[in-house]
């Protein structure tokens, strides 16, 4: 019998778009999380339920990939007519209409209301979505997350009203957006816990025009087409789904540990309170895109969920870098990761000239001396002694951890 991964087969068929394959893979996750619809859930906790529906963003600079990965998978869940996807440019009060209309969908074949508030945000413009967060709007979609039914009466838009919320989110932003996104006090508790902040600065670079004339178009048709039937059998996939024993002792083990090593950055420590939520939704996924007909997560599947989250975390904190408004922190950050590399590749150390000139680009000029030596304080950047000022040589400073 052939062997079935959805997951690894949407990375595969994805690899001639120029997306980095940790955002390709997550994609794909977030593709099976929004196609199941809140039909599917596990237990961890007697009593209450878990959903595999997650809240993703794809950070990195501009032209990266991040929403080619986000189109390719939206490509594929256009071709589920249940699935309740949204445009790919939404902004909240649109949103929050849409959950209006979802809640009451009427069954075509039973004639009943849904009550379902059930949608799925493939976002390549997070900032349109969420341009200034307000309280409100932070706690409607924390509760939202955790498929609690939420009512609200809010100030601008009356009563905001979400019955059995199923949302999936899979946004893209430059780590730019965090300076005026969410608040410093907000990364302990709220919705930023809940998010999976997906990181990478692997350009992926291919050769120009290295394709055939029947490849010249419809490339996110044909990934469509190809992943129509297995996610129309995904689509189909009710009810709860168990643990395998040796999962549930794998897992309860991790859990009790605090699934190590944790993150260190102090910004994620309230997402590090969620980890072992994140590892059981991944772990129905990865199981189900497996085999559909499962209804047991089995260890390799937990282990699986594990290692993706484990191989994501490190690079989580330079999604970071800005967050609590210092807008200029991922450029400083730009120039210590460029600094490093030429050092590596031509064992010399960098001008000050070149520095000043790459700053000049994104930073005011009357900023560019304390910008400089606030990395020099952050040993970001070390300066070659023996050198002065304004001809100072410069080589790689401590790497964040």
């Not at 540990?257 to 309170?273: N, R, T």
Request: include cysteine; charge should be neutral; aromatic fraction near 10%.
């Amino acid at each position: 019998m052939e062997k079935v991964d959805l997951i690894e087969d949407f990375v595969a068929a994805t690899s001639h778009i120029p997306a980095p394959e940790r955002f390709r893979r997550w994609a794909a996750l977030g593709a099976v999380s929004a196609v199941l619809n809140r039909n599917v859930w596990t237990s961890i906790v007697e009593g209450l339920p878990l959903f595999p529906n997650l809240y993703i963003l794809f950070v990195a600079k501009p032209a990266v990939g991040k929403s080619l990965a986000i189109q390719a998978a939206r490509a594929v869940l256009e071709t589920q007519p249940e699935v309740n996807l949204g445009p790919d440019s939404i902004t909240h009060e649109a949103f929050v209409q849409r959950l209006g209309q979802a809640a009451a969908t009427v069954n075509e074949a039973t004639g009943e209301i849904t009550a379902k508030a059930a949608l799925a945000l493939f976002l390549t413009e997070w900032g349109t979505f969420m341009r200034e967060p307000e309280n409100d709007d932070l706690a409607m979609l924390a509760a939202m997350y955790d498929n609690t039914t939420y009512e609200a009466e809010t100030i601008g838009r009356g009563k905001d009203h979400a019955e059995n919320p199923y949302i999936v989110i899979v946004g893209a932003c430059t780590p730019n957006w965090f300076a005026e996104g969410f608040r410093p006090n907000d990364y302990e508790q709220g919705l930023p816990t809940r998010f999976l902040f997906i990181y990478s600065d692997a350009v992926k670079v291919r050769k120009p025009f290295s394709f055939g004339p029947a490849k010249a178009a419809g490339a996110f048709a044909e990934i469509a087409g190809r992943f129509q039937e297995p996610f129309d059998k995904l689509g189909r996939v009710e009810g709860y789904v168990g643990w395998a024993q040796d999962a549930a002792a794998w897992f309860n083990d991790q859990w009790l540990a605090g699934f190590p090593p944790e993150p260190k950055e102090p910004l994620l420590s309230g997402y590090c309170g969620r980890r072992h939520l994140h590892v059981a939704k991944l772990a129905i996924l990865f199981m189900l895109a497996r085999d559909p007909a499962s209804r047991i997560i089995g260890l390799s599947d937990a282990q699986r969920a594990w290692e993706v989250l484990r191989e994501a975390e490190p690079d989580m904190p330079k999604a970071l870098v800005a967050a609590g408004g210092n807008v200029y922190q991922s450029r400083m950050e730009t120039i210590a990761l460029f600094v490093e590399r030429e050092y590596i590749r031509t064992n010399k150390p960098v001008p000050e000239w070149e520095i000043r000139q790459r700053l000049s680009q994104t930073i005011a000029p009357n900023l560019l001396q304390t910008t400089l030596e606030q990395m020099l304080a952050m040993q970001r950047l070390r300066v070659r002694e023996g050198t002065v000022y304004p001809s100072r040589l410069f080589i790689p400073g401590a790497k964040v951890k």
